[in-house]
């Protein structure tokens, strides 16, 4: 069954748009069906689409933050647990109350949506539900016919928005020679910023996650940014942004986390990256800024530890996982030279004790005391990522930054 297609809009033909389309996707609380938004995801990254996972079992707030803070052209919503009529209309009013409305929302469920549901739906603020049989086909021309369209700077838009619109704008036009003046500075302070890099899979992200939450509870009033770089498919240019499926804390209002895609820069980070820090600098609210890269490999300097480009952040961390191959892999990681902090993460494997020892003979090869911090990040209160938050608070002081007290 073909969607019967907006006839008002219907007149345009669908055409790829200029700047790839982001849009959130999630799977609404205390529902676990999320097979049908991953074939989804894929269809829509396969069509040139960003896309930004949120996972399941989602929350009405955690959706509306992160369609915010990720300045997203539309949320979609895949529901199955037949509470859709009143959780779309909750998505589509916080994002209103909070004046973000020009936000749409729009999502499917099978054949658990049914007309009848659509149409209360439609009244209540939903912008399109898209029902069982329609062919993914149909799904990517609508989408990309109805949602594309070109990010403008909004003076109306307040608080973490107004962040998020900036930082689309550079990413829109990276060749423009200054980033839009957002925000006047509210108080002093650039907050110390951390790169994070490491093989893709090390635990990064999640480690990332743990130290969030040690922020959060050893700093009551201030407040962390992260922005975490995915890759972007060479060939079609979309991509699945999905580092925010591993943040749990990132659901708290002190936390702002931006998804950026790397848009064909091969450096690890998308080039709108030190615009993106300049942003959340100048905007004085963040103590914290944690610049998550993709995935590197032996060679990579995504942030300009080696001085050959400009150094991009305050400090480097260096994570990595015991897999990393043997003494000779270990010798070719260039990042082990130039790294502030190294950690090696998913320490509960037997490969780990192996591990600890070869890359701290490795970095005492260094002669830079370079200290190597073991952790777990999959446990919560795991003692080797409160160790690497305070050397992270430690490297934050001696470098004149508070990285969190105010
Ligand atoms: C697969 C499935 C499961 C799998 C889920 C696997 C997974 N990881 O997702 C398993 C077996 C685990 C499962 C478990 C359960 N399920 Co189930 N499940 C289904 C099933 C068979 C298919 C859903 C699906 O993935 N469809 C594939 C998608 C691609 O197609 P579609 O649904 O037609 O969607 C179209 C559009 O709506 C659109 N779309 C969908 N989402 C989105 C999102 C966006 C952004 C966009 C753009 C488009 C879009 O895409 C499709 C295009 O054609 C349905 C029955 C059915 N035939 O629909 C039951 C169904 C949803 N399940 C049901 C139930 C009751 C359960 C359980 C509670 C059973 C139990 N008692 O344990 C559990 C709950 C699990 C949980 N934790 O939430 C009921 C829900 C009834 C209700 N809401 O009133 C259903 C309807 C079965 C039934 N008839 O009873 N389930
Ligand atoms: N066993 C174990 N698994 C972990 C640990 N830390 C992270 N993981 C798991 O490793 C997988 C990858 O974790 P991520 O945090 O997404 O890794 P990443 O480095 O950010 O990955 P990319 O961003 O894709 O490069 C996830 O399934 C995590 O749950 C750990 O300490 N132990
Ligand atoms: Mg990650």
Known sequence: MAVALNPR?????ARAPRVPLRILTAVPICDGHDSAVTTINIELARHGIEVIYLGYHQSVSAIARAAVQEDVNVVGLSSYNGGHIIFFKEVADQLRHSGNGDIPVFGGGGGTITKADERIMRRQGTDR???AGTPLKDIM??????YARTAKPNAKFKGDRSLARAITLVEQNLSARRPPRVIPARRQGRG?????????GAGKSTLIDELTSRFLRQHPTGRIAILANDPSHPDTGGA???DRVSAIYAQD???FFRSLATRGSLTGLSAATPAAIGILQQ???FDLILVESV???QESDPFGSFGQSRRLTDAVLFVLAPHYGGLIQLQKIALLNGADLVALNKCDHPMARTAQAEIQARLNQNGRGQVLHSTTAARHFDPGVDALFAAIQALGSARGRTGGAR
Do not use: K
């Open 192 to 200: 110390f910023v951390v790169g994070i890099a490491g093989p893709g």
């Open 9 to 13: 809009r219907a007149a345009h033909p």
């Open 295 to 297: 995935g590197v490999g």
């Open 129 to 131: 539900i898209f029902f």
């Open 283 to 285: 905007s004085g609210e």
């Open 253 to 255: 209002d002190r936390v």
């Open 141 to 146: 021309t609508i989408i990309q016919r109805d």
């Open 240 to 242: 699945i942004l999905g």
